[in-house]
């Protein structure tokens, strides 16, 4: 059950309308990492979760999700008004302006509608909590990026306190993917392959124009991996081996 309060969950001030700046904010109205991508794919993974303490989570962080769509939509709003007047204002989004008398539209920076294509949503829990990371990692990083572009105290602070609670909700997704207590790689019901799994391919080398090496690291080295060189050119040194075709040499 939904019910609207007809406060936001905080208070949003501008003192200075910036139309550009608020096209800018769409991204995170109606764009691939905004507010309501966010409360959509948690709600819909909470409809799918057999597991009553997580959907929990999921329910309440979905639900935190639309607040910010209402905070995020209402900022956006006030910097897009005078658009729906100013000649200048209009320019910096004609579709918001002229189809939208100013308001805000579900959309994303570049205009392109909101769609369920953004959702993440695989019915399997630890794997939809690892895309719940994901996702506030790149919320938190894309208010990141809008916060240095403007001036506006009101504005600043709206996005401080949204970027804070994505980092907040990365926490409590982290925490609880940790508590199922599966291991880091243990994904599904069915094994990989053990020799397998544990081959590391090095399919990128030579000299690059800029000099670019093989590194290794953590990644392709230690005490499990095994490190395959070039395995494209492998089958062509074995035949070459065995003379079945002509070898650079010859
Ligand atoms: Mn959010
Ligand atoms: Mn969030």
């Known amino acids: 059950m939904y019910h609207h309060v007809k406060k936001l969950m905080y208070t949003v001030r501008v003192d200075e309308p910036d139309p550009k700046f608020g096209r800018m904010l769409l991204e995170q109205f109606g764009g691939e990492n905004g507010e309501l991508a966010a409360a959509m794919q948690y709600s819909i993974q909470g409809l ?137 790689f243990d994904i599904g019901k069915i094994p990989p392959t053990p020799e397998l799994v544990v081959q590391y391919f090095n399919d990128s080398t030579g000299p690059g124009d800029d000099g670019d090496r093989d590194f290794r690291g953590p990644w392709n080295e230690g005490k499990d991996w095994k490190y395959i060189e070039a395995p494209a050119f492998q089958q062509l040194r074995d035949l070459s081996t065995k003379g079945t075709i002509p070898s650079e040499a010859s």
């Open 48 to 184: 799918n979760c057999d597991d009553p303490a997580r959907k929990d989570l999921l329910m309440d962080i979905g639900t935190e999700e639309l607040s910010h769509l209402e905070i995020i939509g209402t900022l956006a709003r006030l910097h897009l008004k005078p658009s729906k007047t100013d000649r200048a204002a209009a320019e910096a989004d004609p579709l918001i302006s002229i189809c939208g008398a100013g308001g805000v539209r579900l959309c994303n920076s570049a205009g392109n509608s909101w769609t369920a294509n953004y959702l993440k949503i695989t019915g399997e829990l630890d794997v939809d909590l690892r895309n719940n990371i994901a996702a506030e990692a790149r919320a938190k990083i894309v208010y990141d990026r809008l916060i240095p572009f403007t001036t506006d105290a009101g504005t600043k602070d709206a996005l401080q306190f949204l970027m804070t609670r994505e980092i907040t909700h990365m926490r409590a997704f982290t925490l609880a993917l940790e508590s199922m207590g599966k291991g880091r």
